[in-house]
Nanobody, 122 residues
Framework: QVQLVESGGGLVQAGDSLRLSCAAS????????VSWFRQAPGKEREFVAG???????AYADSVKGRFTISRDNAKITVYLQMNSLKPEDTGVYYC????????????????WGVGTQVTVSS
């Protein structure tokens, strides 16, 4: 079992920054890939960014150059630094984990947190 807990969401204005955290417990964290997905009302959950067990990163085109994902294995936490936020970044942000490699398909992730709300006003 892997438990994931997201934090750091909030209400911000366009152009502001937020840092989300995903704290993990359970299985060996260093073997896990962790990704951030987001879901807006009425839309499907979409891939935002991911980091593999070997710290290889991947980003959705919509966030490249604005978001940075990182991991701290000592703190068993993955971070998502979000800069230059836009109203279209609004949604519930979830972190998910799977072994080793990142996938942009939410159905391949076996463990999820409960999410944290990010709202960006214009």
């Amino acid at each position: 079992q892997v438990q994931l807990v997201e934090s750091g969401g909030g209400l911000v204005q366009a152009g502001d920054s937020l840092r989300l955290s995903c704290a993990a417990s359970g299985r060996t964290f260093s073997n896990l890939a962790v990704s951030w997905f987001r879901q807006a009302p009425g839309k499907e959950r979409e891939f935002v960014a991911g980091i593999s067990s070997g710290a290889i990163t991947a980003y959705a085109d919509s966030v490249k150059g604005r978001f940075t994902i990182s991991r701290d294995n000592a703190k068993i936490t993955v971070y998502l630094q979000m800069n230059s936020l836009k109203p279209e970044d609004t949604g519930v942000y979830y972190c998910g984990s799977r072994y080793f490699s990142v996938s942009s398909s939410a159905s391949t992730y076996g463990y999820w947190g409960v999410g944290t709300q990010v709202t960006v006003s214009s």
